[in-house]
């Protein structure tokens, strides 16, 4: 089954974001990841953005990071 999973600005929650993908691959889910642009730039006092999505894109499997155009700005993984 595919899942689109969209993952935005609230640092101190996405340790917890990285253990729910994980149960969620584990349970079979294809997991589409969407990123807002804050979590793919910023580093903070919870972890390096680069290491955030690097985790990500294992746990999805999903390497292909596209970023759209648009006024507010959104990497996705196709």
């Not at 294809?30 to 290491?51: C, H, M, Q, W």
């Amino acid at each position: 089954m595919k899942l689109g999973v969209v993952i935005t600005a609230s640092f101190c929650t996405l340790k917890k974001v990285l253990i729910v993908l994980r149960e969620l691959k584990e349970k079979g889910y294809d997991i589409y990841p969407v990123l807002s642009n804050k979590v793919v730039d910023y580093d903070t006092r919870f972890g390096k953005a680069e290491d955030f999505v690097n985790e990500v894109e294992t746990i999805t499997r999903k390497n292909n990071c596209k970023r759209h155009s648009r006024s507010r700005k959104i990497w996705t993984y196709v």
